[in-house]
């Protein structure tokens, strides 16, 4: 068994969609990034990156290379997956927390869940999506910006 950890940062500007968990979020701020600046799916790739000691999602997906500007991040996790697929690990679960002021996301982490297991060929039961506040705090409390967390766990594929 390995475990991964992930985490993603990114300010939140006017004049930008906010993803997060592969679900557009109505909102006056939108993530700032090279692709679609989905925080959690950033830390989610990192996290099964990480587990497998694979590097990090700016190795695989430079953010200076053209082919990526403005990709949606749900391929990224799915280009990512299959890098652990080809080493014959399997996800066995996700556990993952957003930290933003607002907007509130407990509306839509059961999509998140799902579009997450959906790529990673589990169940929307081994997908955990959390939110948390800094209670008005730094950059995030002054909605500047948010942060995702991720851990995985991945398992060797038994090979019959």
């Not at 679609?36 to 190795?59: F, K, N, Q, T, Y």
């Not at 869940?113 to 730094?138: F, P």
Request: charged share 20%.
């Amino acid at each position: 068994m390995r475990i991964g950890f992930g985490i993603d940062f990114h300010q939140l500007v006017e004049g930008r969609d906010l993803w997060i968990g592969g679900v557009k979020i109505p909102h006056h701020k939108g993530s700032l990034g090279h692709s679609d600046a989905d925080v959690l799916l950033h830390a989610i790739c990192d996290a099964l990156l990480g587990a497998l000691a694979l590097g990090d999602i700016g190795m695989h997906f430079p953010n200076t290379d053209p082919a990526y500007k403005g990709i949606d991040s749900k391929i990224l996790l799915q280009r990512t997956y299959e890098l652990i697929k080809a080493r014959n690990y399997r996800v066995v679960n996700v556990d993952s927390s957003i930290c933003l002021e607002a907007p509130k996301i407990k509306k839509y982490s059961d999509q998140m869940r799902s579009i997450i297991a959906g790529i990673l060929e589990i169940t929307g039961q081994e997908v955990s999506v959390k939110a948390t506040t800094t209670e008005t705090m730094g950059f995030v409390g002054r909605e500047e910006g948010l942060v995702a967390y991720a851990t995985v766990l991945l398992e060797p594929v038994k090979v019959i």
